[in-house]
Protein backbone atom coordinates (compact mmCIF):
# COMPACT_ATOMS: atom_id res chain seq x y z
CA UNK A 1 0.00 0.00 0.00
CA UNK A 2 1.44 3.06 -0.97
CA UNK A 3 1.83 5.84 1.80
CA UNK A 4 -0.88 7.56 3.15
CA UNK A 5 -1.15 11.27 5.01
CA UNK A 6 -3.79 13.13 7.10
CA UNK A 7 -5.15 14.19 4.02
CA UNK A 8 -5.47 11.34 2.38
CA UNK A 9 -6.94 9.07 5.53
CA UNK A 10 -9.66 12.16 6.22
CA UNK A 11 -10.29 11.81 2.66
CA UNK A 12 -11.08 8.04 2.81
CA UNK A 13 -13.03 8.56 6.04
CA UNK A 14 -15.37 11.41 3.88
CA UNK A 15 -15.98 9.51 0.95
CA UNK A 16 -14.52 6.13 -0.27
CA UNK A 17 -15.84 7.11 -3.47
CA UNK A 18 -13.79 10.35 -4.00
CA UNK A 19 -10.57 8.22 -2.49
CA UNK A 20 -10.46 5.78 -5.17
CA UNK A 21 -10.70 8.27 -7.70
CA UNK A 22 -8.23 10.61 -6.19
CA UNK A 23 -5.39 8.38 -4.96
CA UNK A 24 -6.03 4.64 -6.75
CA UNK A 25 -7.60 5.49 -9.99
CA UNK A 26 -5.80 9.24 -10.31
CA UNK A 27 -8.20 11.10 -11.35
CA UNK A 28 -6.79 14.77 -11.72
CA UNK A 29 -8.71 16.68 -9.04
CA UNK A 30 -9.57 19.94 -10.02
CA UNK A 31 -7.91 22.39 -7.93
CA UNK A 32 -10.03 25.15 -6.28
CA UNK A 33 -9.11 28.76 -6.16
CA UNK A 34 -8.89 28.61 -2.29
CA UNK A 35 -6.55 25.44 -2.12
CA UNK A 36 -4.60 27.22 -5.37
CA UNK A 37 -4.06 30.78 -3.12
CA UNK A 38 -3.15 28.32 -0.14
CA UNK A 39 -0.63 27.09 -2.00
CA UNK A 40 1.16 30.26 -3.28
CA UNK A 41 1.17 31.69 0.42
CA UNK A 42 2.53 28.58 1.83
CA UNK A 43 5.73 28.29 -0.88
CA UNK A 44 5.92 32.68 0.00
CA UNK A 45 6.17 32.09 3.97
CA UNK A 46 8.36 28.76 3.76
CA UNK A 47 10.69 31.15 1.63
CA UNK A 48 10.48 33.67 4.24
CA UNK A 49 10.98 31.41 6.63
CA UNK A 50 14.20 29.99 5.35
CA UNK A 51 15.13 32.95 4.54
CA UNK A 52 15.36 34.73 7.89
CA UNK A 53 16.78 30.67 8.97
CA UNK A 54 19.62 31.74 6.65
CA UNK A 55 20.33 35.24 8.20
CA UNK A 56 19.60 34.31 11.55
CA UNK A 57 16.94 36.89 11.89
CA UNK A 58 14.13 37.10 13.80
CA UNK A 59 12.08 38.82 10.87
CA UNK A 60 12.96 40.82 7.66
CA UNK A 61 9.94 42.63 6.31
CA UNK A 62 11.42 43.72 3.58
CA UNK A 63 12.23 40.42 2.59
CA UNK A 64 8.70 39.15 2.47
CA UNK A 65 7.72 41.66 -0.21
CA UNK A 66 10.82 40.69 -2.40
CA UNK A 67 9.56 37.27 -1.98
CA UNK A 68 6.09 37.94 -3.05
CA UNK A 69 6.81 39.77 -5.82
CA UNK A 70 9.26 37.55 -7.26
CA UNK A 71 7.13 34.34 -6.99
CA UNK A 72 3.81 36.28 -8.16
CA UNK A 73 4.67 36.09 -11.91
CA UNK A 74 5.31 32.66 -11.29
CA UNK A 75 2.14 31.27 -8.92
CA UNK A 76 -0.23 28.50 -10.06
CA UNK A 77 -2.00 29.14 -13.05
CA UNK A 78 -6.16 29.21 -11.75
CA UNK A 79 -4.64 32.49 -9.62
CA UNK A 80 -6.02 35.76 -11.35
CA UNK A 81 -3.88 39.10 -11.44
CA UNK A 82 -7.06 40.76 -9.22
CA UNK A 83 -6.46 38.84 -6.67
CA UNK A 84 -3.07 40.29 -5.76
CA UNK A 85 -3.75 42.95 -3.45
CA UNK A 86 -5.91 40.48 -0.94
CA UNK A 87 -3.25 37.86 -1.62
CA UNK A 88 -0.56 40.37 -0.85
CA UNK A 89 -3.05 41.65 2.27
CA UNK A 90 -2.78 37.75 3.90
CA UNK A 91 0.64 37.99 2.84
CA UNK A 92 1.26 40.83 5.33
CA UNK A 93 -0.34 39.06 8.15
CA UNK A 94 1.56 36.27 7.83
CA UNK A 95 4.91 38.02 8.00
CA UNK A 96 3.29 39.92 11.26
CA UNK A 97 2.93 37.06 12.68
CA UNK A 98 6.08 35.24 12.02
CA UNK A 99 8.72 35.90 14.19
CA UNK A 100 11.16 33.54 15.23
CA UNK A 101 12.73 32.19 18.36
CA UNK A 102 15.74 31.64 15.77
CA UNK A 103 17.44 29.68 18.06
CA UNK A 104 14.77 27.27 18.31
CA UNK A 105 14.09 26.53 14.78
CA UNK A 106 14.41 23.14 13.34
CA UNK A 107 13.33 23.89 10.15
CA UNK A 108 10.23 25.13 7.45
CA UNK A 109 8.47 22.09 5.90
CA UNK A 110 9.90 19.71 7.77
CA UNK A 111 9.21 15.80 6.17
CA UNK A 112 8.52 13.14 8.70
CA UNK A 113 8.14 9.36 7.43
CA UNK A 114 6.99 6.92 9.89
CA UNK A 115 6.59 2.63 9.50
CA UNK A 116 3.32 0.88 10.03
CA UNK A 117 5.61 0.15 13.35
CA UNK A 118 5.81 4.01 14.48
CA UNK A 119 9.79 4.04 13.89
CA UNK A 120 11.47 6.66 11.83
CA UNK A 121 12.45 6.37 7.70
CA UNK A 122 12.96 8.29 4.96
CA UNK A 123 10.19 9.67 2.96
CA UNK A 124 10.94 7.35 -0.05
CA UNK A 125 11.64 4.37 2.24
CA UNK A 126 9.34 1.02 0.59
CA UNK A 127 8.40 0.72 4.20
CA UNK A 128 6.74 4.06 4.68
CA UNK A 129 2.97 3.60 5.79
CA UNK A 130 2.83 7.43 7.43
CA UNK A 131 4.00 10.92 5.69
CA UNK A 132 3.78 14.45 6.87
CA UNK A 133 4.68 18.22 6.19
CA UNK A 134 5.42 20.46 9.61
CA UNK A 135 5.18 24.09 7.99
CA UNK A 136 7.44 24.92 10.50
CA UNK A 137 9.46 22.36 14.25
CA UNK A 138 10.94 24.50 16.74
CA UNK A 139 12.59 22.66 19.29
CA UNK A 140 14.10 25.03 22.62
CA UNK A 141 16.56 23.94 25.13
CA UNK A 142 14.61 21.92 27.54
CA UNK A 143 13.50 19.63 24.46
CA UNK A 144 10.13 21.27 24.60
CA UNK A 145 8.50 21.22 20.43
CA UNK A 146 6.30 23.77 19.08
CA UNK A 147 4.77 22.86 15.86
CA UNK A 148 3.38 25.81 13.70
CA UNK A 149 0.77 25.17 10.91
CA UNK A 150 -0.29 28.10 8.69
CA UNK A 151 -4.06 28.02 7.98
CA UNK A 152 -4.59 30.21 4.90
CA UNK A 153 -8.42 30.10 4.79
CA UNK A 154 -11.32 31.80 5.81
CA UNK A 155 -12.63 29.17 8.82
CA UNK A 156 -11.16 29.30 11.82
CA UNK A 157 -11.25 25.49 13.20
CA UNK A 158 -11.73 24.19 17.00
CA UNK A 159 -7.90 22.37 17.70
CA UNK A 160 -9.01 20.48 20.53
CA UNK A 161 -9.73 17.40 18.91
CA UNK A 162 -8.19 18.02 15.27
CA UNK A 163 -6.83 14.12 14.07
CA UNK A 164 -4.33 15.53 12.06
CA UNK A 165 -2.77 18.22 15.11
CA UNK A 166 -2.48 14.80 17.00
CA UNK A 167 -0.48 12.77 13.77
CA UNK A 168 1.46 15.97 14.18
CA UNK A 169 2.53 15.30 17.65
CA UNK A 170 2.95 11.13 17.04
CA UNK A 171 5.80 12.63 14.06
CA UNK A 172 7.09 14.75 16.62
CA UNK A 173 7.73 12.40 19.09
CA UNK A 174 8.66 9.36 17.32
CA UNK A 175 11.32 11.32 15.36
CA UNK A 176 12.90 13.35 18.39
CA UNK A 177 12.40 10.98 20.83
CA UNK A 178 14.22 13.47 23.48
CA UNK A 179 11.14 15.85 23.04
CA UNK A 180 9.29 16.44 26.45
CA UNK A 181 6.42 17.99 25.63
CA UNK A 182 4.63 19.21 22.05
CA UNK A 183 2.18 22.04 21.74
CA UNK A 184 0.52 23.17 18.06
CA UNK A 185 0.34 26.86 17.11
CA UNK A 186 -2.50 27.20 14.22
CA UNK A 187 -2.73 30.67 12.57
CA UNK A 188 -4.99 32.00 11.23
CA UNK A 189 -3.63 34.59 9.15
CA UNK A 190 -6.96 36.33 7.50
CA UNK A 191 -8.78 36.72 11.13
CA UNK A 192 -5.44 37.79 12.87
CA UNK A 193 -6.23 34.53 15.18
CA UNK A 194 -3.25 32.20 16.66
CA UNK A 195 -4.68 29.10 18.15
CA UNK A 196 -2.73 26.68 20.80
CA UNK A 197 -3.26 23.34 22.43
CA UNK A 198 -0.66 20.57 23.91
CA UNK A 199 -0.75 17.10 23.17
CA UNK A 200 0.00 14.34 25.60
CA UNK A 201 0.46 10.81 25.33
CA UNK A 202 -2.90 10.37 25.20
CA UNK A 203 -3.53 11.92 21.84
CA UNK A 204 -0.31 10.48 20.20
CA UNK A 205 -2.21 7.04 21.32
CA UNK A 206 -5.54 8.16 19.81
CA UNK A 207 -3.57 9.25 16.70
CA UNK A 208 -2.05 5.70 16.12
CA UNK A 209 -4.83 3.78 16.66
CA UNK A 210 -7.00 6.08 14.18
CA UNK A 211 -4.09 5.69 11.17
CA UNK A 212 -3.88 2.37 11.44
CA UNK A 213 -7.52 1.73 11.39
CA UNK A 214 -7.94 3.94 8.27
CA UNK A 215 -4.96 2.49 6.69
CA UNK A 216 -6.59 -1.11 6.93
CA UNK A 217 -10.09 0.07 5.65
CA UNK A 218 -7.95 1.66 3.11
CA UNK A 219 -6.12 -1.84 2.04
CA UNK A 220 -8.99 -3.60 2.01
CA UNK A 221 -10.53 -1.02 -0.71
CA UNK A 222 -7.43 -1.64 -2.85
CA UNK A 223 -7.41 -4.90 -2.60
CA UNK A 224 -11.45 -4.73 -4.59
CA UNK A 225 -13.23 -3.91 -1.58
CA UNK A 226 -16.24 -1.45 -1.98
CA UNK A 227 -15.83 2.47 -2.85
CA UNK A 228 -19.55 4.09 -1.72
CA UNK A 229 -19.95 7.56 -2.12
CA UNK A 230 -21.03 9.67 0.64
CA UNK A 231 -21.74 12.87 -0.29
CA UNK A 232 -20.94 16.40 2.14
CA UNK A 233 -18.68 19.28 2.23
CA UNK A 234 -16.05 17.95 0.44
CA UNK A 235 -18.14 17.40 -2.74
CA UNK A 236 -17.32 21.01 -4.23
CA UNK A 237 -13.61 20.15 -6.10
CA UNK A 238 -14.31 16.14 -5.84
CA UNK A 239 -12.99 14.68 -9.55
CA UNK A 240 -15.98 12.68 -10.16
CA UNK A 241 -18.63 15.04 -8.63
CA UNK A 242 -20.55 15.04 -12.44
CA UNK A 243 -20.53 11.25 -12.77
CA UNK A 244 -21.43 10.52 -8.65
CA UNK A 245 -24.21 8.06 -8.32
CA UNK A 246 -25.49 10.39 -5.59
CA UNK A 247 -26.34 12.86 -8.41
CA UNK A 248 -28.06 10.35 -10.59
CA UNK A 249 -29.77 8.73 -7.60
CA UNK A 250 -33.50 9.17 -7.78
CA UNK A 251 -35.72 10.43 -4.85
CA UNK A 252 -39.21 10.44 -4.29
CA UNK A 253 -41.20 13.45 -4.37
CA UNK A 254 -42.78 12.95 -1.08
CA UNK A 255 -41.76 13.28 2.22
CA UNK A 256 -39.32 9.83 2.88
CA UNK A 257 -41.23 6.72 4.25
CA UNK A 258 -38.18 5.04 5.47
CA UNK A 259 -34.91 5.41 6.65
CA UNK A 260 -33.55 4.55 3.13
CA UNK A 261 -35.66 7.12 1.52
CA UNK A 262 -34.54 9.59 3.85
CA UNK A 263 -30.72 8.99 3.31
CA UNK A 264 -31.41 8.99 -0.54
CA UNK A 265 -33.16 12.82 0.06
CA UNK A 266 -30.37 13.97 2.47
CA UNK A 267 -27.73 12.97 -0.21
CA UNK A 268 -29.03 14.59 -3.22
CA UNK A 269 -29.91 17.81 -1.44
CA UNK A 270 -26.22 17.65 -0.67
CA UNK A 271 -25.46 17.70 -3.97
CA UNK A 272 -28.03 19.97 -5.08
CA UNK A 273 -26.24 22.58 -2.51
CA UNK A 274 -22.81 21.80 -3.68
CA UNK A 275 -23.98 22.50 -7.29
CA UNK A 276 -25.99 25.75 -6.36
CA UNK A 277 -22.36 26.76 -4.77
CA UNK A 278 -20.70 25.75 -7.74
CA UNK A 279 -22.61 27.92 -9.90
CA UNK A 280 -22.53 31.00 -8.02
CA UNK A 281 -18.74 31.07 -8.07
CA UNK A 282 -18.36 30.98 -11.05
CA UNK A 283 -21.14 33.67 -11.95
CA UNK A 284 -19.44 35.65 -9.54
CA UNK A 285 -16.28 35.38 -11.33
CA UNK A 286 -18.27 36.84 -14.23
CA UNK A 287 -19.81 39.57 -12.47
CA UNK A 288 -16.37 40.67 -11.08
CA UNK A 289 -15.13 41.26 -14.84
CA UNK A 290 -18.11 42.40 -16.79
CA UNK A 291 -20.57 43.18 -14.49
CA UNK A 292 -24.61 42.27 -13.45
CA UNK A 293 -26.41 39.53 -15.21
CA UNK A 294 -29.98 39.56 -15.79
CA UNK A 295 -32.24 36.20 -16.84
CA UNK A 296 -35.32 35.45 -16.64
CA UNK A 297 -36.56 38.16 -14.64
CA UNK A 298 -33.74 38.48 -11.73
CA UNK A 299 -30.59 40.12 -11.60
CA UNK A 300 -27.29 38.59 -9.93
CA UNK A 301 -24.88 40.95 -8.94
CA UNK A 302 -22.04 41.71 -6.57
CA UNK A 303 -22.97 44.46 -3.92
CA UNK A 304 -20.37 45.71 -1.43
CA UNK A 305 -20.49 44.86 2.19
CA UNK A 306 -19.05 47.30 4.80
CA UNK A 307 -17.72 45.00 7.47
CA UNK A 308 -15.74 46.84 10.69
CA UNK A 309 -14.46 44.99 13.64
CA UNK A 310 -12.11 45.83 16.18
CA UNK A 311 -9.96 43.90 18.85
CA UNK A 312 -11.57 43.34 21.61
CA UNK A 313 -8.94 43.88 24.04
CA UNK A 314 -7.77 47.12 22.22
CA UNK A 315 -11.46 48.51 22.18
CA UNK A 316 -12.28 47.44 25.83
CA UNK A 317 -9.17 50.01 26.52
CA UNK A 318 -10.41 52.90 24.17
CA UNK A 319 -13.68 52.85 25.32
CA UNK A 320 -12.37 53.13 29.19
CA UNK A 321 -9.37 55.78 28.23
CA UNK A 322 -12.82 57.89 26.84
CA UNK A 323 -15.13 57.58 29.89
CA UNK A 324 -17.14 54.51 28.14
CA UNK A 325 -18.42 51.28 29.79
CA UNK A 326 -17.24 48.83 27.33
CA UNK A 327 -20.00 46.23 28.04
CA UNK A 328 -22.49 48.86 26.85
CA UNK A 329 -21.07 49.20 23.52
CA UNK A 330 -19.15 45.19 22.84
CA UNK A 331 -22.23 43.47 22.43
CA UNK A 332 -23.70 42.33 19.27
CA UNK A 333 -22.87 44.90 16.45
CA UNK A 334 -21.33 48.34 15.80
CA UNK A 335 -24.55 50.22 15.79
CA UNK A 336 -24.34 51.97 19.48
CA UNK A 337 -20.94 52.20 19.04
CA UNK A 338 -21.17 54.32 16.11
CA UNK A 339 -23.79 56.23 16.89
CA UNK A 340 -21.68 57.35 20.02
CA UNK A 341 -18.52 58.01 17.78
CA UNK A 342 -20.87 60.52 15.58
CA UNK A 343 -21.55 62.87 18.65
CA UNK A 344 -17.73 62.17 19.97
CA UNK A 345 -14.90 63.60 18.08
CA UNK A 346 -12.51 62.15 20.25
CA UNK A 347 -14.00 58.59 19.95
CA UNK A 348 -14.70 58.56 16.59
CA UNK A 349 -10.50 59.46 16.17
CA UNK A 350 -9.63 56.76 18.09
CA UNK A 351 -11.92 53.85 16.31
CA UNK A 352 -10.31 54.74 13.35
CA UNK A 353 -7.23 54.19 14.37
CA UNK A 354 -8.12 50.82 15.50
CA UNK A 355 -10.63 49.34 12.91
CA UNK A 356 -9.99 46.43 11.34
CA UNK A 357 -11.62 46.44 8.01
CA UNK A 358 -13.09 43.13 6.71
CA UNK A 359 -14.99 44.87 3.63
CA UNK A 360 -16.40 42.72 1.18
CA UNK A 361 -18.69 41.81 -2.02
CA UNK A 362 -21.64 39.92 -1.93
CA UNK A 363 -23.75 37.69 -4.37
CA UNK A 364 -26.49 38.78 -4.38
CA UNK A 365 -29.76 37.48 -7.01
CA UNK A 366 -32.66 39.66 -7.13
CA UNK A 367 -35.99 40.79 -9.20
CA UNK A 368 -36.10 44.06 -11.08
CA UNK A 369 -33.48 45.10 -13.49
CA UNK A 370 -29.55 45.06 -13.48
CA UNK A 371 -28.34 47.92 -11.35
CA UNK A 372 -26.32 50.64 -13.07
Not at 26 to 32: E, M, N, S
Not at 55 to 81: N, Y
Amino acid sequence: MPPISYSRAALFEKCPLRFKAECIDKVPRPLGLPLLVGQYLHEVTDRYVKHLIATQQASDFGQMEVIFKDLWPKRPTGIPEFLRAETWDVAVRIREMTVLEIQQVVGSEVSISLTKDFLHTTWEAPNAFLRMKLDRLEIDQENNALIEDLKTGHGVEDVEDSMQLKLYGLGVMVTVPQVKTVKVRLLYPRAGIRREVDLNKEDVEEARRWILAVGESIAALEAGGSAPATPGVGCADCPVFDTCPSRRLAVPHRAPQTVAEAEAVAGRLIQMDVEYSLLKENLKFWISHHGPVEASGMVAELSPVRVRKYDSVILGKVLEEKGYRPVEYMNGDNTKLDKAAKTDDELRAALQAIVIDRSRTDFKLKKGEASE
